[in-house]
Protein backbone atom coordinates (compact mmCIF):
# COMPACT_ATOMS: atom_id res chain seq x y z
CA UNK A 1 0.00 0.00 0.00
CA UNK A 2 1.14 3.33 -0.91
CA UNK A 3 -0.19 6.88 0.17
CA UNK A 4 0.67 9.88 -2.00
CA UNK A 5 0.61 13.56 -1.25
CA UNK A 6 0.97 16.18 -3.72
CA UNK A 7 2.25 19.79 -3.19
CA UNK A 8 4.08 22.52 -5.11
CA UNK A 9 1.02 23.92 -6.82
CA UNK A 10 0.13 27.28 -7.48
CA UNK A 11 -0.75 30.59 -9.42
CA UNK A 12 2.21 31.55 -12.54
CA UNK A 13 2.53 33.83 -14.95
CA UNK A 14 3.21 31.71 -18.26
CA UNK A 15 7.11 31.56 -18.83
CA UNK A 16 7.61 30.78 -15.43
CA UNK A 17 8.70 27.45 -13.66
CA UNK A 18 7.37 25.42 -10.85
CA UNK A 19 8.24 22.07 -9.26
CA UNK A 20 5.59 19.86 -8.10
CA UNK A 21 6.36 17.13 -5.20
CA UNK A 22 4.70 14.12 -4.39
CA UNK A 23 5.74 12.53 -1.06
CA UNK A 24 5.02 8.40 -0.39
CA UNK A 25 4.16 6.72 2.56
CA UNK A 26 5.78 3.17 3.13
CA UNK A 27 9.06 1.47 2.88
CA UNK A 28 8.14 -0.21 -0.85
CA UNK A 29 8.43 3.31 -2.76
CA UNK A 30 11.70 2.26 -4.49
CA UNK A 31 9.86 -0.52 -5.73
CA UNK A 32 7.15 1.21 -7.61
CA UNK A 33 7.44 3.20 -10.73
CA UNK A 34 5.87 6.37 -11.15
CA UNK A 35 3.90 9.01 -12.82
CA UNK A 36 2.69 12.71 -13.15
CA UNK A 37 -1.06 12.81 -14.88
CA UNK A 38 -2.72 16.25 -15.50
CA UNK A 39 -6.62 16.55 -15.86
CA UNK A 40 -7.88 19.97 -17.28
CA UNK A 41 -11.20 21.89 -16.55
CA UNK A 42 -13.71 20.05 -18.74
CA UNK A 43 -10.96 17.49 -20.19
CA UNK A 44 -10.19 13.83 -19.68
CA UNK A 45 -7.00 13.54 -17.46
CA UNK A 46 -3.68 12.70 -19.57
CA UNK A 47 -0.64 11.57 -18.97
CA UNK A 48 2.73 13.69 -18.88
CA UNK A 49 5.17 11.66 -17.64
CA UNK A 50 6.79 8.82 -15.76
CA UNK A 51 10.34 7.54 -14.32
CA UNK A 52 11.05 3.77 -13.30
CA UNK A 53 11.58 2.17 -9.79
CA UNK A 54 15.58 3.36 -9.89
CA UNK A 55 14.85 6.43 -12.11
CA UNK A 56 17.14 5.56 -14.89
CA UNK A 57 14.12 5.28 -17.63
CA UNK A 58 11.81 8.51 -18.08
CA UNK A 59 9.01 8.92 -20.44
CA UNK A 60 7.24 12.19 -21.52
CA UNK A 61 4.24 13.34 -23.64
CA UNK A 62 4.69 15.04 -26.78
CA UNK A 63 3.62 18.04 -25.31
CA UNK A 64 5.63 18.56 -22.58
CA UNK A 65 9.26 16.62 -23.65
CA UNK A 66 11.71 19.89 -23.27
CA UNK A 67 10.04 21.63 -20.85
CA UNK A 68 9.44 19.07 -17.82
CA UNK A 69 11.40 16.57 -15.98
CA UNK A 70 10.27 14.23 -14.08
CA UNK A 71 12.94 13.04 -11.18
CA UNK A 72 12.51 10.82 -7.92
CA UNK A 73 14.74 10.74 -4.60
CA UNK A 74 14.10 7.31 -3.00
CA UNK A 75 15.94 8.06 -0.05
CA UNK A 76 13.28 10.79 0.63
CA UNK A 77 10.12 8.80 -0.70
CA UNK A 78 9.38 11.53 -3.52
CA UNK A 79 9.05 12.13 -7.19
CA UNK A 80 9.71 15.65 -8.86
CA UNK A 81 8.09 17.68 -11.93
CA UNK A 82 10.03 20.22 -12.55
CA UNK A 83 8.35 22.43 -15.18
CA UNK A 84 9.84 25.10 -17.13
CA UNK A 85 8.56 27.67 -19.84
CA UNK A 86 5.05 27.11 -18.36
CA UNK A 87 1.88 27.63 -20.64
CA UNK A 88 -1.60 28.81 -20.57
CA UNK A 89 -2.61 25.00 -21.64
CA UNK A 90 -0.12 23.59 -18.94
CA UNK A 91 -3.12 25.04 -16.69
CA UNK A 92 -4.59 21.59 -14.63
CA UNK A 93 -4.75 19.42 -11.47
CA UNK A 94 -1.85 17.71 -11.40
CA UNK A 95 -1.68 13.98 -10.08
CA UNK A 96 0.76 11.56 -9.15
CA UNK A 97 0.24 8.18 -9.50
CA UNK A 98 2.04 4.70 -8.28
CA UNK A 99 2.58 1.46 -10.70
CA UNK A 100 4.61 -1.73 -10.58
CA UNK A 101 6.03 -1.46 -13.96
CA UNK A 102 6.81 2.25 -15.47
CA UNK A 103 3.87 2.83 -18.57
CA UNK A 104 1.94 5.57 -19.59
CA UNK A 105 -0.95 3.89 -19.32
CA UNK A 106 -3.44 5.37 -16.88
CA UNK A 107 -5.48 2.30 -16.16
CA UNK A 108 -2.45 0.86 -15.14
CA UNK A 109 -1.50 3.10 -11.85
CA UNK A 110 -2.73 1.51 -8.97
CA UNK A 111 -1.64 4.46 -6.31
CA UNK A 112 -2.94 8.38 -6.99
CA UNK A 113 -2.28 11.06 -4.92
CA UNK A 114 -5.22 13.73 -4.49
CA UNK A 115 -3.57 16.47 -6.73
CA UNK A 116 -2.33 19.44 -6.76
CA UNK A 117 -3.47 22.29 -8.69
CA UNK A 118 -1.78 24.52 -11.42
CA UNK A 119 -2.75 27.71 -12.74
CA UNK A 120 -0.64 29.22 -15.65
CA UNK A 121 -2.24 33.22 -16.03
CA UNK A 122 -1.87 34.17 -20.04
Known amino acids: QVQLVESGGGLVQAGDSLRLSCAAS????????MAWFRQAPGKEREFVAA????????FYAASVKGRFTISRDNAKNTVYLEMNSLKFEDTADYYC???????????????WGQGTQVTVSS
Open 97 to 111: AATTIVTNKEYEYDY
Open 26 to 33: GRTFSTYA
Open 51 to 58: ISWSGGST
